[in-house]
């Protein structure tokens, strides 16, 4: 159980463009997702915390204009990087909180961006 | 604000040893709770091993064990019997009701030798 799915798993795109990245919760009803940034041999970086029903939460220096994330539901939320650039190009992760409670959160498998 | 750190960067050790990863964080809560994450090649996130801050009894599960010295603010992780499976990064994290997010340390890479 608490199995958490990401997709793509890996996408390649032209700057400029826009990407979306799809988190599902597949046997839980998640309150609470969050989204992470990881660069190669670093360690996770908090994006923002996406509420079901409200606006997500970004963490300080992240542009919420660049990266629009919608939780329409209780398991599925989406990360869209809009007009993207090749500094863009990243590992992201979301996790999900079956809740109400965010201390036990069940991670995806990641979404390798590449941008040309 | 919560800071996690893990001063080794990388370590490496003999398949069947013991080794030890080492944590210290920092928070004002009294209430938190304390993991150990593995990340493999795959990235895939698995969460290691839990512990509550305001039990005192060190968490185990099975070959993985932790130290938790709360005084000290430290969390090690000790891993029995090393597989080379266990070959990943490993984070050490903290999480509080406060701001119910997880504040990750840096990271050690672990390599198990054969």
């Known amino acids: 159980g608490a199995v958490v799915s990401q997709h793509p798993s890996w996408v390649i795109c032209k700057s400029g463009t826009s990407v979306k990245i799809e988190c599902r919760s597949l046997d839980f009803q998640a309150t609470t997702m969050f989204w992470y940034r990881q660069f190669p041999k670093q360690s996770l970086m908090l994006m923002a915390t996406s509420n079901e029903g409200s606006k997500a939460t970004y963490e300080q220096g992240v542009e919420k204009d660049k990266f629009l994330i919608n939780h329409a539901s209780l398991t599925l939320s989406t990360l869209t990087v809009t007009s993207a650039h090749p500094e863009d190009s990243s590992f992201y992760i979301c996790?999900?909180?079956?809740?109400?409670?965010?201390?036990?959160?069940?991670f995806g498998p990641g979404t390798r961006l590449t941008v040309l | 604000a919560q800071t996690v750190t893990q001063s080794q960067p990388e370590m490496s050790v003999q398949e069947a040893e013991t080794v030890t990863l080492s944590c210290t964080y920092d928070?004002?809560?009294?209430?938190?709770?304390l993991f150990w994450y593995k990340q493999p090649p795959s990235r895939q996130m698995i969460l290691v091993i839990r512990q509550e801050a305001y039990k005192q009894q060190n968490a185990t599960e099975n070959r993985f064990s932790v130290n938790f010295q709360k005084a000290a603010k430290s969390f090690s992780l000790k891993i029995s019997d090393s597989q080379l499976g266990d070959t990943a990064m490993y984070f050490c994290a903290t999480h509080t009701g406060a701001n119910s997010k997880l504040t990750f340390g840096k990271g050690i890479t672990l390599s198990v030798r054969p």
């Open positions: 928070t004002s809560e009294n209430n938190y709770y």
């Open positions: 996790s999900a909180a079956p809740g109400p409670s965010t201390d036990t959160q069940y």
